[in-house]
């Protein structure tokens, strides 16, 4: 790295072509045909077939969950969740995660209220909850609690706030899939968890998700929900729609789950090389699992202090794109500050002060198939290398502004 100058400061990019964020896994061509094959040969391509049916099954046992049903994606899957749970009013949810949280609420008619999070770990805040539930006594019907970072929020506490004010609890686990609390899978708490199986998470269907609970009931109201005709036996509901997976989906999610112990541990190895590579540098901080007993390493996730680092969130951004490193500011804005929460929570940012501050200071690194060690390892070289030239970087960064 010292001999080489930052491409920022007029130096050769790092890589040729952009680095994205997402895991992105692709099984093997062959595998993939033969799968695909097997489509054909059944003439089977949607609507509960056989390799959802697999699926299915495969990840009840290796979430070790009664019920794990699968969908187009997460997304749809929250919605059909908040609908099944009769969710009314409003639902406690933090500001702090991906947009498609809240909007669920918002497709299903309910009012998200944002709560902050722990300014350490990023996990949604107990005490932030219940100040929301005591305040909006009567009007929350439920809590939306985010698994963040292949990590898991303080999910003992929740569940007994929710008990005790008699609210409904379902979790987004987009980030934590594979991930353990107590050597037990994360999926199987509150009423219902969620899983993205988005090309971009840790197991992909390309585009797909799983929700995941024990209660049989639930599972009867949601399987009903998923599909608006066929497969599953007739439950009342008051609307449908279609969120069914399709074999192609399961095909390269089933791929994906054959190798899953080999995506995380090349996750391991790279987030170690981060992790080494990234020590000591002033300002910096890497967020480390560490409420889960294994993690799935789905993301590289750094809080930089502007004034101990040297420069700010979106300067670091600045020097990584140059090198063709598309770091990504997550979650940026948070969602008290997007179309339409920000009209309809004014004073939100008062409210929410970790959030609105790492909303400004989080930047996530490249990790998954597209890179390997040596990539993290220099990457991890160009943030220090940004840190020591912090002042030069500026100045340019400043002109060219
Ligand atoms: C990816 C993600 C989603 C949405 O998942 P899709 O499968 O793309 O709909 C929801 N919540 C969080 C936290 C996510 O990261």
Redo the contacts with the bound molecule.
């Keep these: 790295m010292s001999s080489r100058e930052l491409a920022v400061l007029g130096g050769k990019s790092l890589f040729d072509q952009p680095v994205p964020v997402g895991q992105l896994y692709f099984p093997e061509w062959e595998k993939y045909e033969t799968a695909m094959r097997g489509i054909f040969d059944r003439q089977y391509y949607t609507n509960q077939g056989p390799l959802v049916c697999q699926l299915e099954t495969r990840l009840q046992e290796f979430l070790n969950v009664r019920h794990a049903i699968c969908v187009t994606?997460?997304?749809i899957g929250?919605m059909m969740a908040a609908d099944a749970l009769g969710l009314h009013d409003k639902v406690i949810t933090p500001a702090y995660?991906?947009i498609?949280?809240a909007q669920s609420l918002s497709w299903a008619g309910v009012e998200p209220l944002f709560c902050d999070v722990d300014p350490l770990t990023h996990q949604i805040e107990p005490e932030s909850v219940e100040t929301l539930l005591k305040q909006y006594a009567g009007e929350v019907s439920g809590i939306l609690a985010?698994n963040l970072w292949g990590d898991a929020c303080q999910q003992v506490k929740l569940e007994y706030l929710a008990k005790k004010y008699g609210v409904k609890l379902y979790f987004?686990s987009?980030?934590s899939f594979g991930c353990e609390i107590d050597e037990n899978p994360v999926g199987a708490a509150g009423d219902l968890e969620v899983f993205?199986?988005?090309a971009t998470?840790v197991l992909s269907a390309a585009?797909?998700?799983c929700i995941c609970t024990n209660d049989d009931e639930l599972a009867a109201h949601l399987r009903n929900i998923r599909s608006s005709y066929g497969a599953g036996s007739f439950r009342a509901v008051l609307r449908t729609s279609n969120g069914r997976m399709s074999e192609a989906q399961a095909a390269v999610a089933l791929l994906s789950l054959d190798a899953f112990q080999d995506i995380v541990a090349r996750n391991e190895r790279i987030f170690n090389s981060y992790r080494e590579g990234l020590e000591g540098i002033p300002g910096l901080r890497l967020i480390t699992p560490g409420a889960v007993s294994k993690t799935n390493y789905q993301y590289v996730v750094c809080d930089v202090d502007e004034t101990e680092f040297g420069l700010t969130r979106d300067e670091l951004q600045h020097v990584l794109s140059a090198e063709n490193v598309l770091a990504r500011r997550y979650f940026y804005p948070g969602l008290h500050r997007c179309v339409p929460y920000a009209s309809q929570f004014p004073d939100a940012s008062d409210r929410l002060p970790v959030t609105e501050r790492l909303c400004g200071r989080v930047l996530q690194l490249p990790i998954g198939q597209v890179i390997d060690e040596s990539d993290s390892r220099e990457i991890a070289m160009i943030v220090r290398a940004a840190f020591d030239n912090a002042e030069k970087i500026r100045q340019k960064l400043r002109v060219s502004v």
């Design positions: 994606n997460a997304t929250l995660t991906f498609a949280t985010v987004d987009a980030h993205s199986f988005h998470k585009e797909g998700g």
